[in-house]
């Protein structure tokens, strides 16, 4: 054989082993976004560079280490790095905005970053997300975060930690800008290459910094002071408060943080990131926020707008950790006869269910069970002698005896 040629550093084949799990994602979030009256749009793989350059924003890491570009009859196009320029920019074009609000849209597909690669972090992974345009209330930010964490939920991912914070608008954070710049500027010279380029281009982003002395710097009681303050003006402020009524009323639970300010420069007003407490140091699975200017700095008309993307590499991590392949029951007994009608009388009720049927001793089965089930189903000589029956809960290890005849009632409520 010659050189064998791989796969490219930061990309993965999906293999037929794992496409269940993908379909399931894609099956799920057609499922709930259409539900919620959003419709799917799929816009092209590529773009104009430019249209990353203004719409991502020119100070942010996207656009400045992480773009596939290259040059095509003296065009610069570039690999999308995510998907709300390229949904602008066709809402624009179709002229979408004649439509009547709220315009609903999701997408799901590839997207390109370069990247270092690691753990939940690749150079084309999959985004599934949605933009919703024409509603300047915070309904509409609530909503983002309801259908975000319905999806969620669909998949059957629940430890959640949903976090909201409250950018401004450009007038109050022109002012929280100006002060943030003001208390950190004797550190300037101490601050890593990143944030000290960030500091006159876009200090907010300063906040977002991952460098353990830069951090050091932002904890400083006078930066604090800064970062804590209610800088937010009243109306602002006012669209936060009744985006978190919402969201108590809809019991979804969430923590301000004041450090989230997001990658993107686009965003205004509500930013919120979901994490999951089941994801390593990558634990980000789904991040948006209100973004009321983007479609008239692309081109538009004035026109309100939300969104969010999720990671669907992460969501996959999480579904194949929860995945559970075992069968319900393995019965274990020494008794042949007893055990296969017992088997038969799982299956017709569509429960799950496997034994031995070499003969092995008690123990092995036992082993054999815990291997391959979530319940031992005993049946010893007691049992049988007693119409009894025992249930070893194998993920718990605890143990019960019941009566043989709420045997079926006892496993579909487990189910
Ligand atoms: P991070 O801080 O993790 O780099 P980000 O702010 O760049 O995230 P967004 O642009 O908001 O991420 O993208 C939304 C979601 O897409 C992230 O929460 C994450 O789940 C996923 N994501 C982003 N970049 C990657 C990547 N390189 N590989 C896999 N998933 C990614
Ligand atoms: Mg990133």
Redesign the pocket.
Known sequence: MGNIIKVQK?TKDILPSEIELWQFMEQKALEVFSYAGYSEIRTPIFEATELFARGVGDTT??VNK?MYTFEKSERSLTLR??NTAGVVRAFIEHGMHRLSAPVKLWYKGP?F?Y?R?QA????Q???V?MEMFGIEQPTADAEAIAVAIRYLNMLGLDDLDVEINSLGCSECREIFKNKLKEVIKPYINQLCEDCQNRFEKNPLRLL?CKVESCKEIYAKPEIQNVIQSNFICKDCAKHFDTLKMYLDNLGINYTVNKLLV???DYYNRTVF??KSNNLGS?N?????GRYDSLVRNLGGPDTPAVG????????FSLLEEQKNNKLTAYVVSTNIEETIKLIAELRNNGISADFDMTNKKFTKQLEKAAKVANYALILGEDEIANNTISIKDLNTSTQQTINRNELNRFLQNIE
Do not use: K, N, T, Y
């Open positions: 930061g890491d996207i992480e790095p995510e997207m970053r990247e690669p939940g972090r690749q150079r992974f999959h985004q997300g977002d997001r990658g993107l990131e979901i990558q980000a699975v789904c991040g948006g969010f993307a999720m990671g669907m590499e992460r969501l």
